[in-house]
């Protein structure tokens, strides 16, 4: 089939494709006589398992560093996910997504409670950060030198008027 027409069945675009092609997730596929790529369902399967893993928020080069054991998630039925050696590329992957994710949940569940502490009038609780200087903790003691508009008497700051003539 045309690349249109596996791009349709695969629910992508040709432009897909061709990036997976580039990016060594999708062998080169056959070409016809006049240059044209022809897909088998192999590759479509395999197209198919590409965007459910990025989908599941893996990325290129993750699924780059395990490109030769993508085609075990095409067969039906699939491999269970703990069948991965330990030590494998992909088992790298999936540990260090897993753990992403984990920090993600932990960082939304913190904002969440912050969210619904302030939705039910309680003050938000204060967190060290950069913005601590905001509410009144800055380290800073020493008062800041006048800005130069302070040093002129009132009756000096303004700017004198320019005129111009035209000619």
Same mark, same amino acid.
């Given at each position: ?16 494709? =061709?990036? !997976? ?9 056959? =070409? #016809?006589?006049?240059? +044209?790529?022809? !897909? ?12 459910? %893993?990025? $989908? *599941?928020?893996? #990325?290129?080069? /993750? *699924?780059?560093?395990?490109? &030769?054991?993508? /085609?075990?998630? @095409? +067969? ?13 590329? $992909? ?7 897993? $753990?992403? %994710? ?7 569940? #913190?904002?969440?409670?912050?969210? $619904? =502490? ?6 938000? @609780? ?5 913005? /601590? ?7 800073? @003691? ?12 009132? &009756? +000096?700051?303004? *700017?004198? =008027? ?6």
């Amino acid at each position: 089939m045309r690349i249109g027409d596996a791009a349709a069945a695969a629910g992508t675009t040709p432009r897909a494709l =061709r990036f !997976y092609e580039q990016r060594g997730l999708l062998p080169p596929p056959v =070409r #016809t006589a006049s240059g +044209q790529r022809e !897909y088998g369902p192999g590759e479509i399967a395999r197209v198919r398992v590409i965007r459910e %893993l990025l $989908a *599941l928020g893996l #990325t290129i080069e /993750d *699924l780059h560093s395990c490109a &030769d054991r993508l /085609d075990l998630l @095409t +067969q039906d039925p699939p491999p269970r996910c703990g069948s991965v050696e330990p030590g494998a590329p $992909a088992s790298g992957v999936v540990g260090r997504r897993l $753990a992403a %994710l984990d920090a993600e949940i932990n960082r939304l569940a #913190t904002l969440r409670e912050t969210l $619904a =502490r302030c939705a039910s009038g309680e003050p938000p @609780t204060p967190s060290p950060g950069p913005a /601590d200087h905001l509410r009144g903790e800055s380290r800073i @003691t020493a008062p800041a030198p006048p800005l130069p508009s302070e040093a002129i008497p009132p &009756d +000096q700051r303004a *700017l004198p =008027r320019r005129t111009c003539q035209i000619g």
